[in-house]
C-alpha cells in the first residue's frame, strides 16, 4: 500500500475525512458483492483442478478450459473490486482536500478557536 493511500484511510478512520456515508455505502456493497462472487468461483476453481487432476485424457482438454474460463472470471472480479476501491479512495480524497481548503481559509479563525481553548479566555 503506497504511503498516500495509508495515510488517507488513516484520516479517514480517524474522523478527518467525512466522507458521505450515501455515496461510498453502494460502493462498499458492491464491493462485498464481488468478494462473494469471486469466493464461489475459487471454490469452482478448486473443484475443476482437483477434477482435472483426476481425469485422464481427452476430457482433461475440457476441464482445462473451464478452469481458463474460471481464471478470468476470478481476475475480473478482481478488477472490478480494485476499481470500486480506487472510486472509494478518490470520494476520501476529494472530502480531504474539501477539508484542506476550509482550514485553509479559516486558518486564522482556527488557530485563534485553539487560543481560547487552550488558555480559556
Not at 462472487?37 to 483442478?49: G, H, I, P, S, Y
Amino acid at each position: 500500500m503506497k504511503p498516500i493511500f495509508a495515510t488517507l484511510i488513516f484520516f479517514s478512520l480517524a474522523g478527518v475525512c467525512h466522507a458521505q456515508k450515501s455515496e461510498s455505502q453502494p460502493s462498499a456493497e458492491r464491493i462485498a458483492r464481488y468478494e462473494q462472487d469471486k469466493a464461489t468461483k475459487e471454490a469452482q476453481l478448486a473443484r475443476n483442478v482437483a477434477e482435472y487432476k483426476a481425469a485422464k485424457g481427452a476430457s482433461r482438454e475440457t476441464i482445462k478450459v473451464r478452469i481458463e474460463l474460471t481464471l478470468h472470471e476470478i481476475f475480473d472480479l478482481n478488477m472490478h473490486i480494485r476499481e470500486e476501491q480506487v472510486r472509494q479512495l478518490e470520494l476520501e480524497l476529494k472530502e480531504v482536500r474539501k477539508s484542506n481548503e476550509y482550514r485553509k481559509n479559516n486558518k486564522s479563525r482556527i488557530v485563534n478557536q485553539k487560543m481560547t481553548d487552550l488558555l480559556g479566555s
